[in-house]
């Protein structure tokens, strides 16, 4: 598990804010394992749309910058676009 | 700083809060929209891998903040100026081939290119007599061909 607030979780959070219209609803899940991070962003149902975009570029765009928030961190992020909750 | 900066200045500090890098942000209001570049050395993270992150937050940008901005104006995003200095390098890079395809009558290519990329290819040949440009493909990303003007 992770210690403190981790830089990638914050990352995703403050990118998938500014893209739907209902931020309060914007979590986001961190589990590591096997030196791995997953990181499962959740959105409000209908919102999915805004946080993938056409042919996938803003989804492609968020695990880039997820990415490098990783790379900051030393870590290899894996990051999946879920809807509802966790 | 225009009203509808603001925000999106705003939402780039929260992200380099977020990210853990001191780069404040140099706002320059142009006819064209407004250009944000971060500055200072940690910038330097969203410059690395061909300046990939600092494209794919230019995405997001577009993306959260583009609707609000009137329709002949863009954001540009930047660190350290080096989506600037590729872009020249770009214009450089097509006004020689526009150069070439005239002196040789021979068709030059260019790419692939983003649409963004395309737009100043297009641009700058546009500026030089006698050539033409022309996007092929029908991916996101094309190549442009620049030829004699027939």
């Known amino acids: 598990m992770t210690t403190g607030p981790s830089v990638v979780r914050a990352v995703v959070e403050v990118l998938a804010r500014a893209l739907t219209d209902r931020a309060d609803e914007v ?18 149902p209908g919102e999915l749309g805004r946080v993938i975009g056409k042919q996938g570029r803003t989804a492609a765009a968020l695990r880039t910058l ?4 990783g790379e900051k961190e030393g870590k290899i992020v894996t990051l999946e676009i879920r809807d509802g909750r966790p | 700083m225009a009203d509808a900066t603001q925000p999106i200045v705003e939402f780039l500090n ?16 142009t006819p064209d929209g407004p250009r944000l570049n971060f500055s200072g050395e940690e910038a330097e993270l ?17 993306m959260a903040f583009g ?7 863009r954001i540009f995003v930047d660190a350290l ?8 390098e770009l214009r450089q890079m097509a006004k020689l081939l526009a150069a070439k395809a005239k002196d040789s009558g021979l068709d030059q290519q260019l790419g692939p290119l983003n649409p963004y990329e395309r737009r100043i290819v297009h641009m700058a040949v546009a500026e030089i007599p006698g050539v033409t440009t022309e996007s092929i493909g029908d991916a996101f990303s094309k190549t442009v061909h620049i030829s004699l003007r027939k």
């Open chain 1, 27 to 44: 979590q986001v899940v961190e589990t590591e394992r096997k030196g791995a991070t997953l990181v499962e962003l959740y959105v409000a």
């Open chain 1, 66 to 69: 997820a990415s490098t928030a």
């Open chain 2, 14 to 29: 929260r992200f380099t809060a977020a990210l853990g890098i001191l780069t404040p942000v140099d706002v320059e209001e």
């Open chain 2, 46 to 62: 969203l410059a690395r891998h061909r300046g990939e992150p600092i494209k794919a937050l230019q995405h997001v940008v577009d």
């Open chain 2, 67 to 73: 609707r609000n901005l009137d329709d002949e104006k």
């Open chain 2, 81 to 88: 100026a080096y989506r600037k200095g590729k872009d020249v």
